[in-house]
């Protein structure tokens, strides 16, 4: 079967969505087939209970650029996080605040054992590192791992074991910090830059704002994309469907096997467990780090602190992160991450009700270095192929974002040609 559209988009995740609205804004015909049944990819809320359990833990930074150009962040509601973080380390939290922004817990938190006093003062040197230049220019930098970057800054490794690794860790998924220092820079850019925040309907509501600016129909659900073909695709259906142009928005290990590619980069796995408690557990709006180095998680907050929408009224949610997937079931996953909340938070923990487990086997590609600069345009594959997403090794909701655009723009090019 013949589609009426000059392009398809395989995948409806940030990146193919982001593809399609730059393709509608020029007035050229595409669908997107997207497999699941639902828009966004890595970034959806499943609304269980009256509570709002976003697929793992993950958080809008509002610097982004391209999101702030994209996003209508007054109708997403955004609840912003407190700038800074509470550490768990030897029995006791300790707040580790942003002093830009909250100088007096800034100047508290100068004497607390998460590093040393110099430690803090080095922070101000990254801040102004990674603050420098253009994002064209960061990403240009000489390129290290993270841990090799922080420790060339000079962070003593009570600092990096803290507060690093605990918080880098969990952003990229990397608790040994292996990921590319201009990764890190430009996550620490963004953090320093703007809140971290979470949408009131959570953060499903970002792909569904930006689908909703598509015309009726334009995703295609339940439409898994078997193989491309020199004219369009099969569908694994075995429906074919014909266009002058493919766009591959999958994540990079489906976009590798749909484009025959052997050299599968690797991926980094997070785990994900709600609880619902009727205690307030966490009053503030803040990221709890695990700086102690033992136990399963991570890290974890309380999203209804930031965003009441989160839970019925009268009840918190509780998310728990975990980096990677471990091999126990997940009840045996439960008892484990109890015992720990147990020590953290006392007894009580007993009456938390268990509401769910994620894991996201592929959450993030390896973005170990070299990574390429995403703020160039991605290639034409072969004509009329073209490709999105995670193509370049980096990943994130900006570039997501900014690859879909770009290679929207690609394909207007090759188009009009
Ligand atoms: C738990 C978690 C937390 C995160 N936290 C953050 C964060 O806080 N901040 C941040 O910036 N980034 C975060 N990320 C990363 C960010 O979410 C991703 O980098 C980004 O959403 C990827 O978008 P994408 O469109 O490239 O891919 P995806 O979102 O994976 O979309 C790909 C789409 O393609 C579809 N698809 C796959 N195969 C086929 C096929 N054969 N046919 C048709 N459709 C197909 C999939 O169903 C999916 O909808 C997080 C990721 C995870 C998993």
Same mark, same amino acid.
């Given at each position: 079967?013949?589609?009426?559209?000059?392009?398809?988009?395989?995948?409806?995740?940030?990146?193919?969505?982001?593809?399609?609205?730059?393709?509608?804004?020029?007035?050229?015909?595409?669908?997107?087939?997207?497999?699941?049944?639902?828009?966004?990819?890595?970034?959806?809320?499943?609304?269980?209970?009256?509570?709002?359990?976003?697929?793992?833990?993950?958080?809008?930074?509002?610097?982004?650029?391209?999101?702030?150009?994209?996003?209508?962040?007054?109708?997403?509601?955004?609840?912003?996080?407190?700038?800074?973080?509470?550490?768990?380390?030897?029995?006791?939290?300790?707040?580790?605040?942003?002093?830009?922004?909250?100088?007096?817990? =800034?100047?508290?938190?100068?004497?607390?054992?998460?590093?040393?006093?110099?430690?803090?003062?080095?922070?101000?040197?990254?801040?102004?590192?990674?603050?420098?230049?253009?994002?064209?220019?960061?990403?240009?930098?000489?390129?290290?791992?993270?841990?090799?970057?922080?420790?060339?800054?000079?962070?003593?490794?009570?600092?990096?074991?803290?507060?690093?690794?605990?918080?880098?860790?969990?952003?990229?998924?990397?608790?040994?910090?292996? %990921?590319?220092?201009?990764?890190? *820079?430009? =996550?620490?850019?963004?953090?320093?830059?703007?809140?971290?925040?979470?949408?009131?309907?959570?953060?499903?509501?970002?792909?569904?704002?930006?689908?909703?600016?598509?015309? =009726?129909?334009?995703?295609?659900?339940?439409?898994?994309?078997?193989?491309?073909?020199?004219?369009?695709?099969?569908?694994?259906?075995?429906?074919?469907?014909?266009?002058?142009?493919?766009?591959?928005?999958?994540?990079?290990?489906?976009?590798?096997?749909?484009?025959?590619?052997?050299?599968?980069?690797?991926?980094?796995?997070?785990?994900?467990?709600?609880?619902?408690?009727?205690?307030?557990?966490?009053? *503030?709006?803040?990221?709890?780090?695990?700086?102690?180095?033992?136990?399963?998680?991570?890290?974890?907050?309380?999203?209804?602190?930031?965003?009441?929408?989160?839970?019925?009224?009268?009840?918190?949610?509780?998310? %728990?992160?975990?980096?990677?997937?471990?091999?126990?079931?997940?009840?045996?996953?439960?008892?484990?991450?109890?015992?720990?909340?147990?020590?953290?938070?006392?007894?009580?923990?007993?009456?938390?009700?268990?509401?769910?487990?994620?894991?996201?086997?592929?959450?993030?590609?390896?973005?170990?270095?070299? %990574?390429?600069?995403?703020?160039?345009?991605?290639?034409?594959?072969?004509?009329?192929?073209?490709?999105?997403?995670?193509?370049?090794?980096?990943?994130?909701?900006?570039?997501?974002? %900014?690859?879909?655009?770009?290679?929207?723009?690609?394909?207007?090019?090759?188009?009009?040609?």
């Amino acid at each position: 079967m013949s589609s009426n559209a000059d392009v398809l988009i395989i995948g409806g995740g940030l990146a193919g969505l982001c593809c399609a609205l730059r393709l509608h804004q020029s007035g050229i015909s595409f669908q997107v087939l997207e497999a699941s049944d639902g828009v966004g990819g890595r970034v959806r809320t499943d609304e269980v209970e009256g509570f709002l359990l976003d697929r793992g833990f993950q958080v809008l930074l509002t610097a982004y650029p391209e999101a702030r150009r994209v996003l209508d962040y007054d109708a997403l509601n955004l609840r912003p996080f407190y700038p800074g973080a509470l550490i768990r380390y030897k029995g006791r939290f300790y707040r580790f605040a942003d002093p830009w922004r909250h100088p007096i817990d =800034g100047i508290k938190g100068l004497f607390s054992p998460i590093g040393s006093f110099s430690d803090k003062l080095r922070v101000r040197k990254l801040r102004q590192q990674v603050l420098t230049g253009s994002l064209q220019d960061l990403y240009n930098r000489p390129e290290f791992t993270t841990l090799q970057a922080l420790r060339n800054i000079g962070f003593s490794e009570n600092m990096i074991d803290r507060f690093f690794k605990p918080f880098i860790g969990g952003v990229f998924f990397d608790p040994n910090l292996g %990921v590319s220092s201009r990764m890190f *820079e430009f =996550g620490f850019r963004m953090f320093s830059m703007g809140d971290t925040a979470l949408p009131s309907k959570g953060m499903g509501a970002i792909p569904d704002q930006i689908a909703s600016k598509l015309p =009726g129909g334009a995703v295609r659900k339940e439409a898994r994309v078997e193989s491309i073909q020199e004219d369009g695709v099969i569908l694994k259906s075995g429906e074919k469907i014909k266009a002058r142009s493919v766009v591959v928005a999958t994540e990079g290990p489906e976009a590798a096997r749909l484009l025959g590619d052997k050299e599968k980069s690797g991926s980094r796995s997070v785990t994900c467990l709600y609880f619902e408690t009727n205690e307030l557990t966490l009053s *503030e709006p803040l990221l709890v780090l695990n700086g102690e180095g033992k136990g399963p998680i991570n890290s974890l907050c309380c999203p209804s602190s930031m965003a009441p929408s989160y839970a019925p009224k009268g009840k918190s949610l509780v998310s %728990v992160t975990i980096i990677g997937n471990p091999n126990q079931s997940d009840q045996q996953l439960e008892t484990a991450v109890r015992v720990q909340l147990t020590e953290w938070f006392g007894p009580g923990v007993s009456r938390w009700r268990y509401l769910r487990t994620y894991r996201i086997l592929h959450a993030l590609p390896l973005q170990v270095p070299p %990574v390429s600069n995403p703020t160039s345009r991605p290639a034409q594959l072969r004509p009329g192929l073209f490709m999105c997403g995670e193509y370049n090794n980096v990943a994130s909701i900006q570039w997501a974002m %900014v690859s879909g655009r770009q290679t929207a723009e690609a394909v207007i090019d090759w188009l009009r040609k």
